[in-house]
């Protein structure tokens, strides 16, 4: 069974960090691009980074650029997400999904609900 499994959310001020974990199974790992996604209320869901399992090729959005680190442990078939100086506008529902191509993340539309999702953690950074 393929699963995705998103964690490590959490309620924090401004400036903290959390760490959040994907957890994989059912599917080879180390043949994927594994991203992060978020949503929060009235907004459209944005990719925020994403890695590339084999070669490690990453891509973050340039407002988590030097503030998120996205790294993967594929002996443990899992993609963390480092989040540091935390802002209110970080404050989603945060979902991890999979994807044959990393280029998939970047191109709007490129990961869909056909690809492989967890069921989201959620942050919320308080003012």
């Known amino acids: 069974e393929v699963q995705l499994q998103a964690s490590g959310g959490g309620l924090v001020q401004a400036g903290g960090s959390l760490r959040l974990s994907c957890a994989a199974s059912?599917?080879?790992?180390?043949?994927?691009?594994i991203g992060w996604f978020r949503q929060a209320p009235g907004k459209e869901r944005e990719g925020v980074s994403c890695?590339?399992?084999?070669?490690?090729?990453?891509w973050y959005r340039d407002s988590v650029k030097g503030r998120f680190t996205i790294s993967s442990d594929n002996a443990k078939n899992t993609v963390y997400l480092q989040m540091n100086s935390l802002k209110p506008e970080d404050t989603a529902v945060y979902y991890c999904?999979?994807?044959?191509?990393?280029?998939?993340?970047?191109?709007?539309?490129?990961?869909?609900?056909?690809?492989?999702w967890g069921q989201g953690t959620q942050v919320t950074v308080s003012s």
């Open positions: 890695i590339d399992s084999s070669d490690g090729t990453t």
């Open positions: 999904a999979a994807n044959p191509f990393l280029v998939n993340f970047i191109t709007p539309g490129g990961v869909d609900e056909n690809d492989y």
């Open positions: 059912g599917f080879a790992f180390d043949e994927y691009a």
